[in-house]
Nanobody, 119 residues
Framework: QVRLQESGPGLVKPSQSVSLTCTVSGGSITTAYTYWAWIRQLPGEGFEWIAHMFANGDTYYNPALQSRTSISRDTSKNELALRLSSVTPEDTAVYFC???????????WGKGTLVIVSS
């Protein structure tokens, strides 16, 4: 059974960058025909797709966040990473990593990690 565990700093000051990690167990992030996504839930709002990475390393970014977002992976650690720069209080959210199938349908979620942007 694949499990995803997000981790991050929790509290970040405005204008700084935040780096999050998703540790995957029970499966490989290079498994064919899978995508690995970063998604966030803003307070009182729905979910926002941030970016995703295909098993071969190809990436997609939400155009609204692309200029401030970078995703990467460490295949030796079976980890994914998200970096969001120039954060503002509007970036306060619970950040999730998720696995999807080849049709981008999510089949596994992490529990999420809360990021608060505040001075």
């Amino acid at each position: 059974q694949v499990r995803l565990q997000e981790s991050g700093p929790g509290l970040v000051k405005p204008s700084q960058s935040v780096s999050l990690t998703c540790t995957v167990s029970g499966g490989s992030i290079t498994t064919a025909y899978t995508y690995w996504a970063w998604i966030r839930q803003l307070p009182g709002e729905g979910f926002e797709w941030i970016a995703h990475m295909f098993a071969n390393g190809d990436t997609y970014y939400n155009p609204a966040l692309q200029s401030r977002t970078s995703i990467s992976r460490d295949t030796s650690k079976n980890e994914l990473a998200l970096r969001l720069s120039s954060v503002t209080p509007e970036d306060t959210a619970v950040y999730f990593c998720a696995r999807t199938d080849n049709n981008l349908l999510i089949d596994t979620w992490g529990k999420g990690t809360l990021v608060i942007v505040s001075s």
